[in-house]
C-alpha cells in the first residue's frame, strides 16, 4: 500500500444531493486514503435539506458541505484530482472541462431522488435507497488495490463499480416522476 492520497471529485448537474452525499461518504469511509470533494455543472447554490438530513442522521461531517460549481476544479489553483465520477447522466453527458493532471474518469449513474416525484415517507426512502448505492459503490471502489492496476484495467473496474446494480431499483436512467 502506497501512502498516496487520492482525490476524488463527484459531478452532477445541480451539486445539491447524490454528488454532495458521495462526497461525504467518501471523506468519512475512505480512511485518509481519499479526500472527496463535489461540484456540479450548473449548481443549485443549496445542498438539499433531505440530504443534508439523512447524512447527519448518519453521522456524516456536512460543515463543509456546499453547492459549487466545477470551474472551482479548474484552475491552476484548484486541487488536482485522480477520479472524476459523474453521478447524474445528465452531467455525463455534457461536455466537461478539462480536468489538471487528466484524472480517470467514470460514470457511475443513479437517480436524482430529488426529482422523483413522490409523499414525503416514499421521498425519504428515495434519499435512503440512493445513498446505500452510493455507499456501496464507494466501499467498493476503496477497496480496490489502485496502486497494483494498470490503467486499462482500472477503467475497466471504475466503469463496472458504476454498472453496481441498486437492490432498491434505483436506476440511472429513470431520472422521470413516478406515477
Known amino acids: 500500500m502506497t501512502g498516496k492520497t487520492y482525490r476524488v471529485l463527484f459531478i452532477c448537474t445541480g451539486n445539491s444531493a447524490r454528488s454532495i452525499m458521495a462526497e461525504a461518504i467518501l471523506n468519512q469511509i475512505g480512511g485518509g486514503r481519499f479526500r472527496a470533494y463535489s461540484a456540479g ?5 443549496k445542498v438539499h435539506p433531505r440530504a443534508l438530513e439523512l447524512l447527519q442522521g448518519l453521522y456524516h461531517d456536512t460543515a463543509a458541505l456546499r453547492s459549487k460549481s466545477w470551474d472551482e476544479f479548474t484552475g491552476t489553483d484548484a486541487p488536482r484530482v485522480d477520479f472524476v465520477f459523474t453521478v447524474c447522466d445528465k452531467s455525463a453527458g455534457e461536455p466537461c ?4 493532471g487528466q484524472p480517470m474518469r467514470a460514470h457511475w449513474g443513479v437517480a436524482d431522488p430529488a426529482m422523483l416525484y413522490a409523499d414525503e415517507e416514499r421521498m425519504q426512502k428515495l434519499f435512503f435507497d440512493t445513498y446505500i448505492l452510493l455507499k456501496r459503490r464507494i466501499e467498493l471502489f476503496c477497496n480496490l488495490p489502485l496502486h497494483k492496476l494498470d490503467a486499462i484495467t482500472l477503467k475497466h473496474q471504475l466503469d463496472e463499480l458504476g454498472a453496481t446494480p441498486s437492490s432498491a431499483g434505483l436506476h440511472s436512467n429513470s431520472e422521470e416522476p413516478l406515477s
Open 97 to 100: 472541462p478539462v480536468w489538471p
Open 41 to 45: 455543472s450548473h449548481p443549485a447554490g
